[in-house]
Nanobody, 117 residues
Framework: VQLQASGGGLVQPGGSLRLSCAAS????????MGWYRQAPGKQRELVAT???????NYADSVKGRFTISGDNAKNTVYLQMNSLKPEDTAVYYC????????????WGQGTQVTVSS
């Protein structure tokens, strides 16, 4: 299983970025796909997740600014980030959880998002 993330970069405060993550390999019965982030010196934290049925969950710090969406046919998840703030600066990691009786979890390699003027 591989997760290929893209879309990170440098943006000014108030700007927007869109992250994408495509999962490939022996994946079946996806439970959730999502994004987590880790800033320097901090623990990794949840940003947003989406279930195969379309239910979403957001960290309070990004509600109203970030939107997660998914394409089940492509095993791809997107994160639209608007009104970015310097505190959103972090490495963003894609995550997928799948399986039925046995649960599997995989992480992408991470993509850097830097919000700075």
């Amino acid at each position: 299983v591989q997760l290929q993330a893209s879309g990170g970069g440098l943006v000014q405060p108030g700007g927007s970025l869109r992250l994408s993550c495509a999962a490939s390999g022996s994946i079946f019965s996806i439970n959730t796909m999502g994004w987590y982030r880790q800033a320097p010196g901090k623990q990794r934290e949840l940003v947003a997740t989406i279930t195969s049925g379309g239910s979403t969950n957001y960290a309070d710090s990004v509600k109203g600014r970030f939107t997660i969406s998914g394409d089940n046919a492509k095993n791809t998840v997107y994160l639209q980030m608007n009104s970015l703030k310097p505190e959103d600066t972090a490495v963003y990691y894609c995550n997928v959880k799948f399986g039925i009786l046995v649960k599997y979890e995989y992480w992408g390699q991470g993509t850097q998002v830097t919000v700075s003027s």
